[in-house]
């Protein structure tokens, strides 16, 4: 087997030396334990915050660690009875082919229901975030306008196609016209904007004619500048991630933080900060919606998968900077 550990913590953008494959002997399951194989591991930008020992809502990965991650995986051999050889279940075992578990912390997946890939996707901890964070916190209305960026990703995705399902207008934001015209044309989203045009604020503000009543916060920086002006009075911000500031561990300027704090009271803005475990007594409700929604082809969502445990670091990189298209997923196994 392999694993791949923190070699280092990076500075700003990590870079490949920041990771380091080392060879796994697979290890034999002790009484209670099984041996997981795993088939897909999820990578997510959490991880960049996990790779650095800044202060946050989770303990960061040590030197030397297995770098952290959500995975899809099979029991190849169990000595625990509520296990069986063959289960797929999903575990946090992170960048590895295989790993011991005591059975605590893994969940079944019925591979039946949908590809089993989808448990670390749309029907996982990126749906769940989307549905959370929009329904909970967002709460749009039939005809308000919902603004989201990383539009084509695993959350953004989801986020358009759900307000969209409550009768708003979804606007996204995405990286690159292949990304816009999948958002528009397969994801039906009325609108889409590329971030890197040099006209966004205005190409926002044609696209927002009624202004902007949810902002779902998923990257910061000059699309969150470009937004904040559009915002309507009680427009809700859900603030889900940063993905532009992730690189960025300094102090940031806050040249208009006073602008910004006279415009939250001024406009009754509803701005919250959330992290999808906050709404874990959620978890039913979103299986039941989102599954359903999947299937009738109300909400449909994209893979994008790099082959092998060895792609996960150039993967990780690139999802940082948007050179994923879709879910970024590695195939670590056979399914
Ligand atoms: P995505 O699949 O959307 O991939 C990340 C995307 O971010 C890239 O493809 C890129 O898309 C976009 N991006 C990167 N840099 C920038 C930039 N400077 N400006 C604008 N867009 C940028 O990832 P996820 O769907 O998994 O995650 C989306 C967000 O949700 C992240 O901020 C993540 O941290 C957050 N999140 C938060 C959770 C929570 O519990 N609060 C849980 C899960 C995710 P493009 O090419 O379109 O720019």
């Known amino acids: 087997g392999k694993r791949i550990v923190l070699a280092a913590r990076p500075n700003g953008e990590p870079k ?13 399951p002790g009484a209670g334990e099984v041996l997981l194989r795993t088939i897909w591991l999820s990578l997510d930008p959490y991880m960049r915050g ?28 169990s000595n625990n009875p509520g296990f069986a050889k063959g289960d797929i279940v999903l575990s946090r075992v992170g960048w590895q082919t ?26 996982g901890m990126p749906g769940m975030t989307a549905y959370t964070g929009l329904l909970d916190i967002g709460q749009p209305k039939s005809g308000e306008t919902v603004v989201v960026a990383a539009a084509s990703g695993a959350v953004g995705s989801a986020v358009g196609q759900i ?3 409550k009768g708003a207008r979804a606007v996204g934001i995405a990286g690159g016209k292949d990304k816009c015209d999948y958002v528009k044309k397969e994801l039906g989203f009325d609108d889409c904007i590329d971030h890197r045009d040099p006209n966004l604020a205005a ?36 603030v889900c991630g940063l993905i532009s500031e992730y690189n960025n561990f300094g102090e940031t300027s806050p040249k208009w933080a006073g602008a910004m704090m006279r415009a939250v009271l001024v406009k009754r803005l509803t701005i919250r900060g959330f992290i999808v475990s906050d709404f874990a007594a959620r978890h039913a409700d979103f299986l039941r ?17 790099t082959e092998g445990l060895d792609s996960a670091p150039t993967a990780f990189m690139g999802l940082l900077k948007g050179a994923n298209f879709g879910k970024q997923l590695v195939r670590v196994g056979p399914d």
Not at 289 to 305: A, C, I, P
């Open 163 to 165: 307000a969209r399902i």
């Open 289 to 305: 919606d989102m599954s359903g929604w999947v299937r009738e082809g109300k909400v449909k969502h994209k893979e994008f998968v």
């Open 16 to 28: 490949p030396s920041d990771f380091r494959l080392e060879d796994l002997a697979v290890p034999t």
């Open 203 to 238: 190409k926002l503000k044609s696209a927002c004619p009624g202004g902007i009543d949810v902002y779902f916060e998923n990257v910061g920086g000059a699309v969150f500048e470009a937004v904040f002006p559009l915002l309507n009075a009680f427009a809700r911000i859900p």
């Open 98 to 123: 295989h790993a011991i578990s005591d059975g605590k912390g893994l969940t079944k997946v019925d591979p039946k229901i949908a590809p089993v890939s989808t448990a670390v996707g749309v029907l």
């Open 50 to 77: 996990r790779m650095s020992d800044g202060p946050s809502y989770a303990t960061p990965v040590p030197v030397g660690g297995v770098m952290e991650g959500g995975t899809v995986a099979e029991v190849i051999a």
